[in-house]
């Protein structure tokens, strides 16, 4: 089955700053990629998602970065702030229609005022 | 985006008992579902795909007798947890996935039950 690696598994910013997560799949065809963020004890909310056939999508302060190739796909958050203090999931999946989930480990991000 | 509602938020029940949890779709109709299992701290990890009106799909090392899923409405997927036991006290939640045009299906998440065995 799939294997999602993510890292770093915790990571502390200044607010302003950027925060970059990192994650790497194995299935090859694997073709979507969602971005999860989890606050203690609430459920994911999906914040951004990339198919197989972009390779960058931006929204906002937020955005996604794909290299099928090399098979890893990355969060980019800038002008952080304290708010996005949270759990971040990355999970791939693949088919034509959106089908099993597989996450990563998950960044615990920390926004310092 | 969808709703998607999940009950009970928190359980405790004694140990050898049954506990069931619905996962409903508020405002779409949700063919497939998805279960998951979340231990403190940790990541989510894929139990088993709910069909509607079929068999679920279950993942490898997970005991289908154990976790029976029943998927009988578009907008009603149930997990039970058989003869619980402490080891299976976690965070369970569940997805659904809402149609669109092919390649922009999204998934909602249910909120979650926190499952607790004593």
């Known amino acids: 089955g799939e294997n999602v690696e993510q890292h770093p598994s915790t990571l502390s910013v200044q607010e302003g700053d950027s925060a970059v997560i990192k994650c790497t799949y194995s299935?090859?065809?694997?073709?979507?990629f969602p971005w999860y963020k989890q606050e203690l004890g609430k459920r994911p909310q999906l914040i951004i998602d990339?198919?197989?056939?972009?390779g960058e999508k931006k929204d906002q302060r937020i955005a996604v970065t794909l290299n099928k190739t090399a098979k890893h796909f990355s969060l980019h958050i800038t002008e952080t702030q304290p708010e996005d203090s949270a759990v971040y999931f990355c999970?791939?999946?693949?088919?034509?229609?959106?089908?099993?989930?597989?996450f990563g480990r998950g960044t615990q991000l920390t926004v310092w005022p | 985006g969808a709703v998607v509602s999940q009950h009970p938020s928190w359980v405790i029940c004694k140990s050898g008992t049954s506990v069931k949890i619905e996962c409903r779709s508020l405002?779409?109709?949700?063919?497939?579902m998805f279960w998951y299992r979340q231990f403190p701290k940790q990541s989510l990890m894929l139990m088993a795909t709910?069909?509607?009106?079929?068999?679920?799909?279950?993942e490898q090392g997970v005991e289908k007798d154990k976790f029976l899923i029943n998927h009988a409405s578009l907008t009603l997927s149930t997990l039970t947890v058989t003869s619980a036991h402490p080891e299976d006290s976690s965070f369970y939640i569940c997805?659904?996935?809402?149609?669109?045009?092919?390649?922009?299906?999204?998934?909602?998440f249910g909120s979650g039950t926190q499952l607790s065995v004593l």
């Open positions: 990339i198919r197989s056939n972009v």
């Open positions: 405002d779409f109709q949700a063919t497939t």
């Open positions: 709910s069909n509607e009106g079929s068999k679920a799909t279950y």
């Open positions: 997805s659904a996935r809402e149609a669109g045009t092919v390649g922009n299906e999204k998934l909602f």
């Open positions: 299935d090859s065809a694997s073709n979507y």
């Open positions: 999970a791939a999946s693949r088919g034509s229609t959106l089908g099993r989930l597989y």
